[in-house]
């Protein structure tokens, strides 16, 4: 049983969860870090609304960011981290104000998808750059009396 401590009452704290598995959009397993900064802004509420304060806000972050990221396909899930961390914030905030409990920060600390995810990703990157054009470079035609390249004496 967790108990508050008068000094811990107003001050910031951390909730640093254990890594998430979370599926976006288009079926991607993902595992993701996920922080909160928080304030105990009510003592009373936090000891008398909610049973278990920790849990209660655990299974929250877990259903609220299962909810986001589930709403979004891989690609933009890994290029909008901020977006994603403000629209947790945004779910999870109102719904613990009435615990004592006041969010300040959410955090996305690591997105990480599956390593057969992170090969395939490698192997893209490598095909789009094996198609990518390159520059025609022509050599010089050079004689004993001069070099020529494009029909012009160097």
């Known amino acids: 049983e967790e108990r508050l401590e008068p000094a811990s009452i107003c001050r910031e704290a951390c909730l640093d969860f254990l890594p998430q598995t979370v599926i976006t959009r288009d079926n991607v397993s ?15 509420r936090a000891v008398y609304e909610v049973f278990d304060l920790h849990q209660a806000i655990e299974k929250l972050v877990q259903t609220t960011l299962r909810s986001e990221i589930g ?12 977006e994603i961390n403000r629209a947790i914030s945004q779910k999870i905030s109102g719904m613990c104000r009435n615990w004592g409990f006041e969010l300040l920060k959410v955090e996305l600390l690591e997105i990480t998808p599956t ?34 390249l494009n029909d012009e004496v160097m």
């Open 30 to 44: 993902l595992t993701i870090h996920p922080l909160l900064v928080y304030r105990i802004s009510d003592p009373v």
């Open 71 to 82: 709403d979004l396909g891989l690609d933009d899930t890994l290029a909008s981290r901020e």
């Open 115 to 148: 390593s057969t995810i992170l090969n395939a990703m490698h192997e893209l990157i490598r095909a789009l750059g094996a198609l990518r054009p390159r520059p025609v470079r022509r050599r010089p035609h050079c004689t004993r009396s001069a070099c020529v």
